[in-house]
């Protein structure tokens, strides 16, 4: 019995240390997410691709960032993070003008809260589970 209680400890202190860990990320790229917002919201729409270049640069865990405008339509660039599985971006491009608002990620984007945030199953962008903002 002595051993089980360990490994229940164990493991309960693993879980515990992970949801810590994935809080801390998720906090960290909401600051960095709302700074990129408040400076997209400074400069003009000509400014916006060095803006999510500049996004990309700071977080390692980016798979791929694009603007969205409320109907689903893309407004800026695709930029592929360090994340990226460059080969799922050369099968699924999107461009300036892409509709969006079928899929998943737009209508908890497009819900109307602050802070939304989704898990996406894997496709041929990314080879894992990804989260989005």
Same mark, same amino acid.
């Given at each position: 019995?002595?051993?089980?209680?360990?490994?229940?400890?164990?493991?309960?202190? #693993?879980?515990?240390?992970?949801?810590?860990? %994935?809080?801390?990320?998720?906090? #960290?790229? /909401?600051?960095? $997410?709302?700074? =990129?917002? =408040?400076? $997209?919201?400074?400069? @003009?729409?000509?400014?916006?691709?060095?803006?999510?270049?500049?996004?990309?640069?700071?977080? %390692?865990?980016?798979?791929?960032? !694009?603007?969205? #405008?409320?109907? @689903?339509?893309?407004?800026?660039?695709?930029?592929?993070?360090?994340?990226? %599985? =460059?080969? @799922?971006?050369?099968?699924?491009?999107?461009?300036?003008?892409? #509709? /969006?608002?079928?899929?998943? !990620?737009? =209508? /908890?984007?497009?819900?109307?809260?602050?802070?939304?945030? @989704?898990?996406?199953?894997?496709?041929?962008?990314?080879?894992?589970? !990804?989260?989005?903002?």
């Amino acid at each position: 019995k002595s051993k089980v209680n360990r490994i229940s400890r164990s493991v309960n202190g #693993d879980m515990k240390l992970k949801s810590e860990n %994935d809080r801390e990320k998720f906090r #960290d790229s /909401h600051l960095l $997410l709302k700074s =990129t917002m =408040t400076r $997209l919201q400074q400069e @003009g729409d000509g400014d916006m691709n060095r803006v999510l270049e500049e996004l990309v640069k700071k977080n %390692d865990s980016i798979v791929s960032v !694009y603007i969205l #405008d409320s109907s @689903g339509k893309q407004r800026s660039k695709r930029l592929a993070g360090k994340a990226a %599985d =460059t080969f @799922g971006l050369r099968v699924l491009p999107s461009a300036v003008g892409s #509709d /969006h608002s079928a899929q998943d !990620y737009f =209508t /908890h984007l497009n819900s109307g809260f602050e802070k939304s945030a @989704g898990e996406h199953s894997p496709d041929a962008l990314c080879s894992e589970k !990804y989260n989005f903002l």
